[in-house]
């Protein structure tokens, strides 16, 4: 009979916990990921801390410097076909 055991960990005196390497790996937490730790009512959630600050376009577009003229639409399919060696 199989039973349906969900992963468990211990807090220690430190305060520390070890995360089981199943979750770990689902979420491709590795050493050095760092979490957001929210307080909810029944325990806490655990979720990576964004690698990037959210952005929204209007506030990047633009942002980068152009130099020289524009390229045509042709231009840019040729640019974007795929290269085989």
Avoid: C, Y
């Avoid at 979420?27 to 964004?50: N, S």
């Amino acid at each position: 009979m199989a039973t349906n055991r969900k992963p468990a960990t211990i807090v220690t005196t430190k305060g520390n916990v070890a995360l089981p390497e199943t979750i770990r790996r689902r979420h491709g937490w590795i050493a050095g990921t760092r979490l957001i730790v929210e307080d909810v009512v029944d325990g806490a959630f655990l979720r990576a801390v964004p690698v990037f600050a959210p952005s929204d376009p209007k506030d990047v577009f633009g942002s980068l410097k152009v130099r020289g003229r524009a390229k045509t639409l042709k231009q840019m399919k040729v640019g974007t076909k795929s290269r085989r060696s």
